[in-house]
């Protein structure tokens, strides 16, 4: 049972366009949505995340909308970049477990 | 900066020999975690702990058992390993249980079974 569901497995999209990357989570229990993204042979690490009294939380050209009634959130990445080509995961965590999502690849196309 | 630390790098072993990967942290987290990571699984959670002497059963615990002798080290051991083990496996440490809790990873260890 996939308690985190990640959409889409695998983006394109060329330089200058905004990526949009969306989860579904079930548990209500779930209080924070982190997202990570992973760079070829390295670990991942934090990107941005939000809390459910929030619907959107913004970073620069990073932002995450939060839909609590649908248990939806996506990350939009604003104006691409070559350099944001990584392994997106979406996440969802609770006082006892942190859950990740299956993983978008990005590539952006210059 | 989170401080995570996997020994080794790449490991190799046979089938039903015993495998121990360790993990060590600098951070003072309470909170440790082991983590495969496959295509097309993302990242999927076999032992976490929340403090020394203390493991917890992760969503794909069979096949291996964890130790947290002290805050700083938590090993993941394969008993007797299988060819479906081979992956990528990453420690991770936050300091919080789960609530608003940022994950620090290591660099991730690379096992292969043949």
């Known amino acids: 049972q996939q308690q985190v569901r990640q959409s889409p497995q695998s983006l394109t999209v060329w330089e200058g366009e905004t990526a949009i990357l969306n989860c579904s989570y079930e548990?209500?229990?779930?209080?924070?949505f982190p997202w990570y993204h992973q760079f070829p042979g390295e670990s991942p690490a934090l990107l941005i995340a939000?809390?459910?009294?929030?619907n959107k939380k913004e970073d620069g050209r990073f932002t995450i909308f939060f839909n609590k009634r649908e248990k939806k959130f996506s990350l939009h990445i604003a104006d691409s970049q070559p350099g944001d080509s990584a392994t997106y995961f979406c996440?969802?965590?609770?006082?006892?477990?942190?859950?990740f999502g299956t993983g978008t690849r990005l590539q952006v196309l210059p | 900066e989170a401080a995570v630390t996997q020994s080794p790098r790449n490991k190799v072993a046979v089938t039903g020999g015993k495998v121990t990967l360790s993990c060590n942290q600098t951070?003072?987290?309470?909170?440790m975690y082991w983590y495969r990571q496959d295509t097309g699984h993302g990242l999927r959670l076999i032992h976490y702990?929340?403090?020394?002497?203390?493991?917890e059963k992760g969503d794909i615990p069979d096949g291996y058992k964890a130790s947290r002798p002290s805050q700083e080290n938590f090993s993941l051991i394969l008993e007797l390993a299988t060819p479906s083990q081979t992956s990528v496996y990453f420690c991770?440490?936050?300091?919080?249980?789960?609530?608003?809790?940022?994950?620090?990873f290591g660099s991730g260890t690379r096992l292969t079974v043949l």
């Open positions: 991770a440490s936050g300091r919080t249980g789960g609530r608003a809790e940022t994950l620090y």
């Open positions: 548990d209500s229990t779930f209080d924070y």
């Open positions: 939000i809390r459910p009294v929030s």
């Open positions: 996440a969802a965590s609770n006082t006892n477990k942190v859950v």
């Open positions: 951070n003072n987290h309470n909170n």
């Open positions: 702990s929340y403090g020394a002497g203390s493991t």
